[in-house]
């Protein structure tokens, strides 16, 4: 059978409660997603045809809030891997602390090959779908792998009509023009860079002396990117899905960026002769101190967790490690920050966005980017704490924290009816 991201999240949740002795009534409920809605999305395509395509919104937990999450288009969307990432949301917004549960969309498509006409239409049916279940108060969207501000005020749009008047706050990672957060872009990227940074000050190491490979330029990968470049740290080696770039001796980041700056770019053709070129299998297993995954799910497994060369991951990505990949890593002594709390910043400045929007306030970028910081600081203290008190990795840390959270919300509230 093939990989299954929410049986994988169920295992880590039973292996971080049993490690704490918790009872699985305390728990049980978030092993079951509150609400699944699968949808059909038909679009008039350009040469008049109908295509149907199929959609998700899956709300995993609302017991600390409305439920959040991003949504992705991505031609190997299905319900399992939606069900895991609303899972991963719920805990991710629990462990910095934010109030909300977790939710995840996603359409079956690559958006690659639509027109510009067929995108909108595609994400207007969607959201027209999803509607009865969306809204400020119960569950707000935001952007995730091949989505974007674009995409978002489209939702924000449809929502607002259905409605008869403008709603800001149904969706995050809106363009500033219409309600957008300064800092929500570069948020993602931007928290990973706080924890690694967090990551080595705790072993007393110098960014100057680290060295770093990225898997995946997509928005998280390339903010990552330049914001550990400017910290000095050498970015030995880059991929997307096109392959990798690598140099022993550090990368010219903003080289690079610039180059893919042009979204149609792809790293394959990027041509520089300080550069070799290598695959994203060569690029995994790069020699190197802190390897940060920035793609997709299900990337370090069991077949390469022992041929990774590094002392520290942090995930940058959604899911990027299995549970038998987790196992080896940690025999290995390597260090793995999870992805719950690594990625938590795109879903903290969303959490900003929000209280803008229900305010009609507008923040400054400094007061955002030092808020962020506060709260990934105090995150990355309390997991480390655990962690350290319980001889526990990060990542069970980081469940056994989500987990006190959610169930003690659940337990205050009582059991309805
Ligand atoms: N898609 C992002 C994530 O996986 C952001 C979600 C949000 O901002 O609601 O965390």
Excluded at 133 to 161: C, F, H, L, R
């Amino acid at each position: 059978m093939g990989y299954n991201a929410y049986e994988n999240f169920l295992a880590v949740v039973d292996k971080a409660a049993k490690t704490v002795g918790m009872d699985e009534q305390d728990y049980i409920l978030l092993k079951h997603p509150e609400r699944e809605l699968t949808v059909s999305v038909p679009i008039k395509m350009d040469d008049g045809t109908i295509k149907v395509f199929e959609g998700y919104r899956v709300q995993h937990s609302s017991s600390r809030g409305p439920c959040k999450g991003g949504i992705r288009y991505h031609q190997d969307a299905d319900i399992n891997e939606v069900r895991a990432l609303a899972a991963w949301m719920s805990f991710k917004c629990a462990v910095v602390n934010i109030p909300y549960g977790g939710a995840k969309g996603g359409i079956k498509v690559d958006p690659s090959t639509l027109s510009k006409g067929e995108l909108e239409r595609l994400t207007r049916r969607y959201a027209a779908s999803i509607l009865p279940i969306i809204g400020p108060e119960k569950d707000i969207p935001a952007p995730d792998v091949n989505t974007n501000s674009q995409i978002m005020d489209w939702i924000m749009d449809t929502y607002s009509m259905m409605q008869g008047y403008t709603v800001p706050g149904v969706v995050t990672g809106k363009d500033l023009a219409v309600g957008g957060s300064l800092g929500r872009p570069e948020a993602t990227g931007r928290g990973v860079m706080i924890t690694t940074m967090n990551l080595l000050e705790k072993h007393n190491l110098d960014p100057k002396d680290i060295s770093i490979v990225i898997q995946g330029m997509g928005n998280v990968g390339s903010v990552s990117a330049k914001l550990l470049y400017e910290k000095g740290c050498k970015i030995v080696a880059v991929s997307d899905v096109s392959g990798g770039i690598r140099n022993k001796d550090g990368l010219d980041i903003p080289k690079v960026l610039d180059f893919i700056k042009d979204k149609k770019k792809l790293l394959k053709d990027y041509e520089s002769s300080d550069v070799e070129h290598i695959s994203n299998k060569e690029l995994l297993v790069t020699e190197c101190d802190v390897l940060i995954p920035a793609a997709m799910e299900n990337q370090i497994t069991k077949d390469n967790a022992n041929d990774i060369k590094c002392s520290y991951i942090v995930e940058a990505a959604n899911g990027p490690t299995t549970n038998e990949a987790d196992e080896i890593l940690e025999k290995r002594g390597i260090i793995l920050v999870p992805d719950i709390l690594a990625n938590a910043g795109g879903v903290t400045v969303s959490y900003f966005e929000w209280v803008q929007n229900l305010q009609s306030l507008t923040w400054d970028l400094e007061d955002v980017n030092d808020m962020l910081k506060k709260v990934m600081d105090k995150a990355w203290k309390e997991l480390d704490l655990i962690a350290s008190e319980n001889k526990l990795t990060y990542r069970i840390a980081a469940y056994v924290l989500a987990i006190r959270r959610i169930s003690t919300a659940t337990k205050l509230r009582g059991m309805f009816p």
